[in-house]
């Protein structure tokens, strides 16, 4: 069965920080780009960051770039999203995805494999 499973989501400050994990389970991570989307109220889902297990390379939307940062863990089949500098505009339900495509193929949504269930991140004071 396969699953992504997202955690770390919560309530943070302006300027806060927060870890995202997604742990994949179920199918081998070979060739596949995992990445982080994330959906807020009355607006699209949109791509915010993917990383590709098989050669690392990463994109990032523009609105995350210099504030978030993905990593991942091939041993763990486990992919974070290091989000720092978090604005309100950052708040949102944060989804996982995969797909055995490239990074900006995933990211632009252009295929998406599968889902996680998302977690919430509120940037609030």
């Known amino acids: 069965q396969v699953q992504l499973v997202e955690s770390g989501g919560g309530l943070v400050q302006p300027g806060g920080s927060l870890r995202l994990s997604c742990a994949a389970s179920g199918f081998l991570l070979d060739y596949y780009a995992i990445g982080w989307f994330r959906q807020a109220p009355g607006k699209e889902r949109e791509g915010v960051s993917c990383?590709?297990?098989?050669?690392?390379?990463?994109y990032y939307a523009d609105s995350v770039k210099g504030r978030f940062t993905i990593s991942r863990d091939n041993a763990k089949s486990t992919v974070y999203l290091q989000m720092g500098s978090l604005k309100p505009e950052d708040t949102a339900v944060y989804y996982c995805?995969?797909?055995?495509?490239?990074?900006?193929?995933?990211?632009?949504?252009?295929?998406?494999?599968?889902w996680g269930q998302g977690t919430q991140v509120t940037v609030s004071s």
């Open positions: 990383i590709s297990t098989f050669d690392g390379s990463r």
């Open positions: 995805a995969a797909a055995r495509r490239g990074v900006e193929d995933l990211c632009g949504m252009r295929r998406v494999d599968y």
